[in-house]
């Protein structure tokens, strides 16, 4: 069908953009829950032009748990009546202040109060007899959603701001993110739910194992049997499938012109496997979803690496694009119950994390780090100020101009640095093996954080996608959390080691290592709790580069190095050839023609350098 809509796509040349009837914009975003339009100017002054902006089916809060309330009305009144104020409030907010904004969705497919009222044989069916939102495996559910979505981009092709949107945003479940609505146990004892398992058991063995094949039950208390592992994947796929589907949707409602994302495949931060967030894998192999999004781990004290929560390098490898979620505390983070507190739960979203470092530096520090890792792995992202206000100061702002301004500047390709020596391929269905329902899976994915502090960069990749790795030469090879490794796989591995690669093997059991010139398997010395300095042994036994031999975080790539201090002191970076050296942040040359740099660092100060080769 025409549409008035531009055309979308994204470009991974060098660092992603967003490329709208020909234009090209940094795939740097802000959004907010609660927008206003000093805020959108102020990102204005900052050169984005990209913006995302929530909308809702439903005006309910965004999760179960904590009693939230809506941030919008909802546009979805009735089976055929629509609402469509709050996303002509939003359009106008947003182009008052930036004419030229180019426009992301987050639309949330979460179905309202009077849909779980009239339909309630196809919501969640809790043990108690009542209903908890939709049941996601509910024909009528997906099928409503395809028509409202359609209906809703029939209304924007039609609007005065079809010339500004770029894409959809798909959103559904807990806080927008795709993950299962449940209080402490899963429950869900829909008849759909039943239905869709048996269809996945044939498509997967050739039959449902008779009339009484049932989902198993999935909550820690219960035996940890075959039927579970075959459950929890189901469950996972469910997700995948539905994003998919709601993605085909977008593309053919406007005419291949919108793009398409969602939140999805948290493996590398999300533990339990009741969330359903262990199908990425399956979903990249989707043709109509344009790209993926988290927020940062949470492992969010300064001094630490704050990861995307999925192996970002697959999805670049399958042609995705990855958007990471910086909803990064500063010190003008300010508590929602003092912004909306009539929605706000009382004494909620006012402790722990919701609390931003009190010094204005560390928090300018923290938007540095968030930049220097999507500038240095070439992902996307969006500054999400959640409540409004949290980047409203100069030193912030001019962290996200910066940001911006390299992030323009590095469009094209830069061959300045080499690929990464190390790589950890995970396995995301290790938890579907994991009989402590995620709790020997967190021990070993907490790796992470002595990965990001061993001194030199890693890639880190789906096991789906070994087969891919034969091409691209690796020093050390990490295979975390593989429960075992299939025949075809040794041959694989047999390969990539044969080039003089290490391999580190981490299951459920522990760890063992192949020396890069040995061909026998030996223990490790730990199972999962590495320290940097032990990776650092491994990688020397390999010949990796080693950038830094503190413990602190490195970033590299794309042209740029960032260090970002966990203690204060000296740091000498060792560099793989000779370059010129500049401070990225404001130009200034540091030195010519070396091939070591040594700085002088305040804990938790992050330094973003430029580096050019010398020819």
């Given amino acids: 069908m025409p549409t008035r809509f531009p055309h979308s796509r994204i470009d991974f040349s060098g660092f992603p953009s967003f490329r709208v009837d020909g234009r090209s914009i940094p795939a740097v975003a802000y959004t907010s829950y609660l927008p206003e339009p000093e805020y959108y100017r102020q990102m204005a002054d900052c050169g ?62 979460d179905v309202p109060t009077w849909w779980e009222k009239k339909y309630p044989n196809q919501c969640c069916l809790l043990n108690d007899g009542s209903t908890l939102r939709q049941c996601f495996s509910s024909p009528k559910w997906m099928a409503d959603c395809r028509d409202v979505l359609k209906q809703i981009i029939s209304w924007l092709s039609d609007s005065a701001y079809a010339h500004a949107l770029a894409g959809i945003h798909l959103a559904a479940g807990g806080t927008e993110e795709w993950v299962y609505h449940y209080y402490d146990r899963f429950e869900d004892n829909s008849s759909h739910r039943v239905t869709a398992f048996r269809k996945w058991m044939i498509a997967r063995y050739g039959s449902d194992a008779g009339e009484g094949a049932l989902p198993a039950d999935i909550n820690p208390d219960a035996p940890f049997t075959g039927a579970v592992t075959d459950t929890l994947e189901f469950h996972a796929s469910e997700l995948a499938d539905r994003i998919d589907e709601l993605a085909r949707t977008v593309k053919e409602a406007s005419s291949g012109r919108l793009l398409t994302g969602a939140f999805y495949g948290y493996h590398y931060f999300i533990t339990d496997p009741r969330k359903g967030h262990n199908a990425l894998g399956r979903l990249l192999e989707s043709p109509h979803l344009d790209y993926l999004a988290s927020p940062n781990a949470y492992d969010r004290q300064p001094g630490l690496d704050w990861p995307p929560m999925a192996a970002a390098d697959s999805v670049r490898l399958h042609g995705k694009l990855w958007m990471a979620e910086h909803d990064t505390r500063t010190f003008r983070t300010t508590l929602l119950n003092d912004v909306a507190g009539d929605i706000c739960p009382e004494g909620a979203y006012s402790e722990g994390v919701w609390i931003g470092p009190a010094s204005s530096c560390v928090s300018a520090m923290l938007l540095r780090t968030n930049a220097a890792r999507m500038l240095t792995n070439r992902y996307g992202g969006w500054w999400f100020d959640m409540w409004g206000g949290w980047f409203d100061d100069f030193a912030l702002l001019r962290e996200i101009e910066v940001c911006q301004k390299l992030a323009a500047a590095s469009a094209e390709p830069s061959g300045a640095f080499p690929e990464p020596e190390v790589c950890v391929i995970a396995d995301e269905k290790l938890l579907f093996h994991d009989n402590s329902y995620g709790a020997l899976t967190a021990r070993i994915i907490n790796q992470r954080q002595a990965l990001a502090k061993a001194g030199t960069p890693y890639k880190l990749f789906l096991r789906n996608d070994l087969a891919e790795m034969s091409g691209v030469r690796f020093k050390f090879l990490w295979l975390l959390g593989w429960h075992e490794i299939c025949e075809d796989e040794q041959q694989l591995l047999g390969h990539l080691h044969g080039d003089r690669c290490g391999i580190l093997h981490t299951s459920l059991t522990g ?60 740091k000498t970076v060792t560099l793989p050839q000779r370059y010129t050296v500049r401070n990225a942040i404001d130009g200034a040359i540091l030195d010519h023609d070396v091939d070591r740099v040594s700085l002088e660092m305040s804990q938790y100060e992050t330094v973003l350098l430029r580096l050019v080769p010398v020819q």
């Fill in 511 to 570: 760890s063992r290592w192949l020396d890069p010139e040995g061909d026998t398997w030996r223990d490790a010395p730990t199972f999962c709790e590495w320290t940097p300095e032990g990776l650092r042994e491994l990688y020397r036994l390999c010949g990796v580069h080693i950038y830094l031999d503190s413990d602190d975080i490195v970033y590299v790539g794309n042209g740029f190095a960032a260090i970002h201090a966990a203690s204060e002191g000296g």
């Fill in 48 to 109: 984005l032009r990209l913006i995302c902006f929530p909308a809702y089916l439903a005006g309910r809060g965004i999760n179960i748990h904590s009693g939230i309330g809506a941030f919008r009305k909802g546009i979805w009144r009735d089976d055929n009546t629509f609402d469509f104020s709050d996303l002509t409030a939003d359009f106008d907010k947003i182009l008052s202040a930036i004419p030229d904004a180019v426009v992301l969705i987050r639309l949330h497919l």
